[in-house]
């Protein structure tokens, strides 16, 4: 061990400090500052959008549930902003948006700076100072150098957990078997017309969306055997572009927050790529012309830390469609558990959307961080559910709104009024 300490400027002061610009990151973002909040928003790449476009994680999902829509506010105001600028589809009845990740990586960037947000972005989290149960500012990292930022609430939206983890916040345990990482890809060239390719269209409900006659296709390649890598799915979506979709299928147990072992997943990951791309495009006939247009500029990831909240969602809550008196956000997609080890998947459909309490997103250790997105306080299997596009960026516009009133009632996160809280995030178009 060595100590390392140097004099660091503050290179802002702001009321409400965005860390992470995913689906969580910019509903936080866009809702704080509607609200009236000086807000910054923090991101480790040149772009915005977190999975869905450093992890190539398409379709957005999902917005409706039993013939409803079931997440609105600036997720489906989002998603709409998508659709106009050619980036976008809503498949319904399911209402999950397919997107094109170059038009979504623009959209979100148009959102937040029409809002008034303060961008830093190819800028990391490397710390945070903490005194009397608050964050005081917290430590980034960019080709400028190291400095040190202020505020009156913080937001974690890393999907990490990154934040509260600097900040020491408890965790809640992980599952035994943590869910693996993808390393999603699009390809070119694809024959997109013929009837089995429907699956590119991810729009039914109470259906696994896999690609079966590519799955088939890989089990008999390996019974004959073929080197057929693990995976999972595959699950397509259309990029809006001709014959160009995204895969979603390789898979790897990785603990993400363990930078050797990610980096060794990445490395297994992008050779199975390769390796699959080849046996598909030799076997399944719609693929005889494709080509890998691109890898994600990140291997996507399932699970890792989550907060251990003040109240820590469970599965059974969310399946059974639990209605808290906090309710701030809506999902409806399964309770979606993929194996490490294998090419297993556990699917539990709930029977009307779920709901996720204001309580999950505050911790008893700190008065003025919200946590928001994959790291939100739920045990493994309502994770696995929460987890996708539409509820994080909902959950996110719950976090900005709350910090928003926070500054109105001059307290804390965790003391405003929560009936107040629900009855403008209703006011945004949230179903709650």
């Not at 506010?73 to 809503?90: D, S």
């Not at 809006?240 to 603990?255: F, P, Q, W, Y």
């Not at 050797?260 to 080849?278: G, N, S």
């Not at 194996?339 to 029977?351: A, I, M, R, V």
Request: proline share 4%; aromatic share 8%.
């Amino acid at each position: 061990m060595v100590e390392f300490k140097r004099e660091v400027p503050v290179s802002g002061k702001y009321d409400v400090v965005v860390c992470g610009g995913g689906p969580a990151g910019i509903g936080a973002s866009l809702a704080a500052a509607r609200e009236g909040c000086k807000t910054l928003i923090i991101e480790r790449f040149g772009f915005f959008g977190g999975m869905a476009t450093a992890g190539y994680v398409d379709p957005m999902s999902e917005f409706a549930y039993n013939g409803s829509l079931v997440t609105g506010g600036i997720p489906w105001e989002f998603a709409n902003e998508l659709v106009k600028a050619g980036g976008g589809i809503v498949e319904e009845p399911r209402c999950n948006v397919s997107f094109n990740p170059e038009i979504y990586k623009l959209v979100a960037q148009r959102m937040l700076l029409g809002a008034g947000v303060k961008l830093m972005m190819n800028t990391f989290l490397i710390g945070a100072e903490c005194d009397d149960k608050k964050i005081k500012r917290i430590f980034v990292t960019n080709k400028s150098g190291i400095s040190a930022i202020e505020a009156e609430t913080f937001v974690d939206a890393t999907g990490d957990g990154d934040l509260a983890n600097f900040a020491g916040v408890p965790m809640l345990p992980l599952s035994e078997r943590m869910q693996p990482g993808s390393f999603c890809f699009i390809l070119s060239g694809v024959d997109t017309t013929t009837e089995r390719m429907h699956i590119i269209h991810q729009k039914n409900h109470r259906f696994n969306h896999q690609a079966v006659f590519i799955r088939d296709t890989l089990f008999k390649l390996r019974e004959e055997g073929e080197y057929v890598p693990q995976f999972g799915g595959p699950w397509l979506a259309t990029t809006l572009e001709d014959g160009c979709i995204t895969v979603n299928m390789t898979r790897s147990a990785v603990d993400a927050t363990n930078a050797e072992e990610y980096c060794e997943a990445e490395c297994k990951m992008r050779e199975d790529i390769f390796r699959l791309v080849e046996l598909i495009c030799k076997h399944v006939p719609e693929f005889k012309n494709a080509k890998i247009a691109s890898t994600a500029p990140m291997a996507g990831v399932r699970e890792t830390r989550r907060i251990k909240g003040v109240h820590v969602l469970t599965g059974e809550e969310y399946v059974n469609t639990v209605k808290f008196p906090d309710s701030i956000a809506r999902a409806c997609h399964p309770v979606d558990i993929h194996l490490p080890g294998d090419e297993g998947q556990k699917l539990t459909f709930p029977k009307d959307a779920g709901y996720i309490p204001y309580r999950s997103l505050i911790t008893n250790e700190y008065k003025n961080l919200l946590v928001a997105g994959r790291a939100a306080s739920a045990d493994s299997e309502a994770f696995a559910a929460i987890r996708v596009q539409a509820p994080c960026m909902e959950m996110g516009q719950a976090a900005g709104i709350a910090a928003g009133l926070a500054k109105r009632q001059g307290v804390c996160v965790t003391d405003i009024n929560t009936d107040e809280l629900v009855e403008i995030v209703r006011k945004y178009g949230s179903f709650v």
